[in-house]
């Protein structure tokens, strides 16, 4: 239930007339936890005080998510409105839409400057001719190859990571930055002189909306900073596999690089093997010449598995 709350806290600060589908929504994903529950199981297990209650682990009294449709089948195509929707693979495919690329003002110079080359997209509903806006209550959609969750107003690509999903997505804003520049500006104000001006020219980084890794919990849709409470993930060195399709011949080759540092090059028909030892950090991998090196992209490497990441020519419908 707690989970579950805190899924949806987002919208208490809604004091419209929808606050009674929230609560439904609400209480209809705590029912949706216990319907794959295995009671026979629970029955023969020995009763908990309430003492013991706080620490239970209801995780393992059901499977919710584990055997998702999303998890078996190749997403398709359309706007998912709930969570449940997404689980099942079932979104609207009636509903015309198209992928729209934006470009995104954000908070802090470290952010925009990590962010640069990282493609932002949205649904609009509609065609490239004739569109509205970006239909309202999603909570994610699929261009029929990918799937984008909707968090903090922006949608970012999942990837899959064994039985549940990660991505990422724009780090908070930095409380500490704005409480020192608070200090900051309150001391430059008390203290006169040449101390008082140096304080203020002081240096402090704002790290508000830098790439962060979240998780996907499968059970309730709540959202939160990976790992976390992903404890079942394997600590591990990931690897990564970039190639290049045959198709590609002709093409001038591209310089790979992650994290600004290049890692090789590749031609057409070659694939390059990149290992990831920092567990949970995002990766950014980038195509190109840089600094000028586009496009770029940031991902949760896998470590249960191997990655493997398929470069699109120029030419292709969505590179």
């Avoid at 209801?58 to 709930?82: C, F, N, Q, V």
């Avoid at 304080?199 to 830098?210: F, G, K, N, R, V």
């Avoid at 093997?273 to 000028?292: D, H, M, N, Y």
């Avoid at 940031?298 to 470590?303: G, I, L």
Wanted: hydrophobic fraction near 40%; aromatic fraction near 10%.
């Amino acid at each position: 239930m707690r989970g579950v709350g805190a899924h949806a806290s987002a919208y208490g600060y809604e004091t419209t007339g929808r606050h009674a589908g929230h609560l439904a929504q609400l209480l209809s994903q705590c029912l949706g936890q216990t319907t794959d529950a295995e009671w026979a199981t629970v029955a023969r297990q020995p009763a908990r005080t309430m003492a013991q209650l706080p620490a239970d682990a209801p995780a393992a009294l059901g499977t919710a998510g584990r055997g998702a449709a999303i998890l078996r089948e190749a997403p398709r195509r359309g706007l998912y409105y709930r969570f449940e929707h997404f689980l099942a693979n079932r979104p609207d495919t009636v509903s015309p839409f198209f992928v729209d690329t934006i470009r995104r003002r954000y908070k802090s110079a470290l952010a925009t400057a990590q962010w640069l080359r990282v493609a932002r997209v949205r649904p609009l509903a509609g065609s490239a001719a004739h569109h509205g806006g970006v239909p309202p209550d999603l909570w994610g959609f699929s261009d029929g190859r990918q799937v984008f969750v909707l968090h903090d107003k922006q949608f970012f690509p999942l990837m899959r990571q064994g039985s549940f999903f990660t991505f990422v997505g724009e780090a908070l804003d930095d409380q500490l930055y704005a409480a020192a520049q608070v200090q900051s500006q309150s001391k430059g104000m008390l203290i006169a002189g040449a101390v008082g001006a140096a304080l203020a020219q002081t240096y402090i980084p704002d790290h508000s909306a830098e790439p962060t890794a979240y998780g996907l919990d499968m059970r309730t849709g709540a959202i939160a900073p990976y790992p976390g409470a992903h404890t079942s993930v394997r600590t591990d060195t990931a690897y990564i596999y970039v190639y290049r399709p045959a198709q590609a011949a002709g093409a001038p080759p591209l310089k790979v690089y992650v994290d600004g540092h290049e890692m090789g090059t590749l031609g057409a028909g070659q694939y390059l093997e990149l290992p990831w030892a920092r567990f949970g950090k995002p990766l950014q991998l980038c195509l190109g010449s840089w600094p000028v090196a586009k496009p770029c992209q940031f991902v949760v490497p896998n470590t249960t598995r191997l990655n493997y990441l398929k470069v699109n020519e120029p030419a292709a419908p969505q590179p």
